[in-house]
């Protein structure tokens, strides 16, 4: 099977698929992150109708191409739908007549971006809703998995609905973005050689995006493959920012102002501070952009070490969109070899300092794993602080419930990092501030979170646990 990773997703479609009942799977999660791949290679050969919607068409354009799937199967008695219902009513003809064949244990049936479909003041839900309620749900061989991009949209109305379709999913199934782990795995399928190295810095980049990682070219180095996908004049991504918001959102210039925003402050932002911010105005609409970012996978909302829920931080942890925004600017050079020059400079550095901080973030299994607490209940977050008017800021806080807490300082270098007086004593004055800015009776032990871990000396022996970029790949 070409499909990598996904265990317990497949795992649990392919349970659906052997129950001895209907089953109603809502897959979603954000664009290009291969939902329909992952659907469509698993069911290779056992789906018996598949259908999906149009980016911005309309219901005659939804429903001319849904008829057409449907005339494909060839059954008998069945015409062009005009509505959703006729539509529905159709499909649940075409899976008798498929049902009679006995070919398959369940008729499995695909509805690809289901929120396109349902346009405007159209009758899509209450027919799925007949589909489902009325017909499907009382037999025992039907599979039917609907998949979108829009999380909010499958959330508000099909995991949450209050209506006909309230509590009828049997699973839903989010798809997160591959890790590490599984971008290595890609890469070796591809025969992309890089090294693990080389591997993080694509992923601080593009993030585990599969459609992104599908751009790579063999012949090209890492830094080759970045100028051609993004920076090039013809680049496949030079307008992916925009489109991937647009293709998502109504008023996506509002959702944009807000990405932006956060992209300036790495640790995150609270509401407060975000309607400072140019263009964002508070109220009912900024609740919901929140929201529905946060369900897209964009955002992480988070609330710091002794804040209240009311103070919670909203932090833009989607790695292109952080990308695009950061160096969008540079594309107006159309260089051919803009990144190749630029990772020699001290901008550059900074730069991955900071996407580091946001892989190891998203890591946070493998981090708990090599400290040794994954069975320990945790929280995480960066920590900013004040000592005598001077700012102090902690890269990762990970607060454990067995009374210990790991103040992560986060390090990307393309050696064994050094440990110098001057920053030894940093070091200690930050767990010092910590621990009085918040008041905490927990042990407060300093973790290095590194590349290729801490050249070893004097000041090295005071650091009570490592991590290194090996162990993000487990």
């Known amino acids: 099977m070409d499909i990598i990773g996904r265990e317990r997703e497949i795992e649990a479609l392919e349970n659906c698929y052997a129950s001895d009942r209907s089953e109603f799977v809502a897959v979603y999660g954000r664009r290009r992150v291969g939902k329909t791949f992952l659907v469509k290679t698993l ?18 354009t939804q429903l001319d191409a849904w008829n057409s799937e449907i005339r494909q199967l060839g059954l008998e008695g069945v015409t062009d739908a005009n509505n959703w219902m006729e539509a529905f009513r159709n499909l649940f003809r075409a899976v008798e007549q498929i049902s009679k064949r006995g070919t398959a244990r369940k008729v499995t049936i ?22 489902w309620n009325r017909w499907a749900s009382g037999r025992d061989d039907v599979l039917l998995i609907i998949c979108g991009s829009a999380a909010t949209w499958i959330t508000e109305n099909i995991v949450n609905n209050t209506g006909g379709l309230h509590n009828r999913l049997t699973r839903h199934i989010y798809l997160n973005p591959f890790n590490l782990y599984e971008c290595e795995q890609y890469y070796k399928r591809h025969n992309i050689q890089m090294t693990r190295y080389q591997i993080a810095e694509a992923y601080m980049i593009f993030g585990g995006i599969p ?13 080759q493959n970045v100028d051609a996908i993004y920076f090039a004049q013809n680049a496949e991504l030079r307008d992916e920012f925009a489109n991937l918001y647009r293709s998502l959102f109504k008023n996506a210039d509002a959702y944009m ?33 929140l929201r529905d970012l946060t369900l897209s996978g ?61 892989l190891c973030l ?17 929280s995480a977050f960066s920590w900013v602080g004040k ?82 970029l090996n162990d993000l790949f487990e």
Request: hydrophobic share 35%; aromatic share 14%; proline share 2%.
């Open 43 to 60: 069911f290779k050969g056992r789906l018996a109708f598949y259908a999906t919607g149009i980016l911005g068409g309309s219901r005659k």
């Open 110 to 131: 695909f509805l690809d971006e289901v929120p396109w479909m349902s346009t405007q003041n159209s009758d899509f839900l209450p027919g799925l809703d007949y589909f």
């Open 211 to 223: 459609y992104y990682m599908d751009q790579f070219q063999p012949q090209l180095s890492l830094y």
């Open 257 to 289: 102002r807000v990405v932006e925003a956060l992209a300036k402050k790495g640790s995150g932002m609270t509401r407060c501070e975000l309607t400072g911010a140019d263009g964002i105005s508070d109220g009912g609409t900024l609740t919901r952009i």
């Open 298 to 358: 964009f955002v992480r909302e988070y609330t710091s070490f002794g804040k209240k829920k009311k103070d919670s931080l909203y932090q833009l942890v989607d790695f292109f969109s952080l990308f695009d925004i950061r160096f969008r600017s540079k594309r107006a050079e159309h260089s051919s070899d803009f990144w190749l020059r630029f990772s020699t400079t001290a901008a550059y550095n900074a730069w991955s300092g900071f996407a580091f901080e946001k």
């Open 362 to 378: 998203l890591h946070l299994p493998q981090i708990r794993k090599k400290l040794g607490i994954s069975g320990v209940l945790t």
């Open 387 to 468: 000592d005598d008017d001077s700012g102090t800021q902690i890269d990762l806080v990970i607060d454990r419930s067995d009374n210990v807490i790991n103040l992560c300082e986060i390090k990307f270098s393309s050696g064994e990092y050094q440990i110098d007086k001057k920053y030894s004593e940093l070091l200690r004055r930050k767990r010092s501030v910590f621990a009085s800015a918040t008041d905490s009776r927990k042990a407060a032990m300093i973790t290095m979170v590194t590349t290729f871990g801490l050249k070893k000396n004097i000041y090295s022996a005071e650091i009570a646990s490592q991590v290194v």
